[in-house]
């Protein structure tokens, strides 16, 4: 198993990112390990109520309770943060995407949908980089510079799971579902950034 330290002092930003960080994880990990698991890794974290649907939230209680989840279950962490991705890209295209826009997406060829899509995600990009700094570096490749929620964190290999499915998820249903999306390098491996590529093949 790959080596992953959990930081020392956990330093997430005052930054504030969307509440779907935490509450789209709590019914994942309740139904991977009862009430109980899921109050011990809020309790771990210091979290002891969810955070209103509404607005935005401090980011440190987001990247607490991701960071206790690989501290408490490490080999399931990767398949339980992806789930919370994928349920937060169906939350945004439920609520924050509107049908026709979505149905445009859908009807486009992927050459022209993709940049449309990856343009909004950058104009929303608070809602999952926190106080972290994200950039499009093409239609289907972006960077979370001092990504908020592996901050301080070092790991042999990337840890970013629920970003990762968020993407997918948006692209492969709004875009094209034959694609994937890989993290190329993080923060936590020693990156500048957290960065994320998709396409149809993964041979990067």
């Not at 901050?151 to 970013?160: D, T």
Request: aromatic share 8%.
């Amino acid at each position: 198993m790959a080596k992953w330290r959990r930081p020392r002092d956990v330093r997430a930003g005052q930054g504030q990112i969307g509440p779907n960080a935490i509450l789209q994880l709590l019914p994942v990990l309740e139904q991977a390990g009862g009430r109980r698991f899921r109050d011990q890794v809020m309790a771990m974290a210091g979290v002891f109520a969810p955070p209103s649907d509404q607005g935005m939230m401090p980011e440190g209680p987001a990247a607490r309770m991701h960071q206790a989840l690989r501290t408490l279950e490490p080999e399931m962490a990767p398949s339980l943060a992806w789930e919370a991705g994928v349920r937060t890209a169906y939350y945004i295209m439920a609520h924050r995407i509107p049908s026709p826009a979505q149905t445009v997406l859908k009807a486009l060829p992927s050459a022209l949908a993709a940049p449309l899509l990856s343009k909004a995600i950058a104009k929303h990009a608070w809602t999952f980089a926190g106080s972290g700094r994200f950039a499009r570096e093409g239609a289907l490749r972006f960077a979370i510079v001092d990504n908020p929620i592996v901050r301080g964190e070092v790991s042999e290999v990337p840890l970013c799971h629920w970003h990762r499915a968020v993407f997918e998820t948006l692209f492969r249903t709004l875009v094209d579902a034959r694609l994937r999306c890989q993290e190329t390098e993080c923060c936590a491996t020693g990156h500048d950034a957290c960065r994320f590529a998709l396409a149809r093949n993964l041979s990067f």
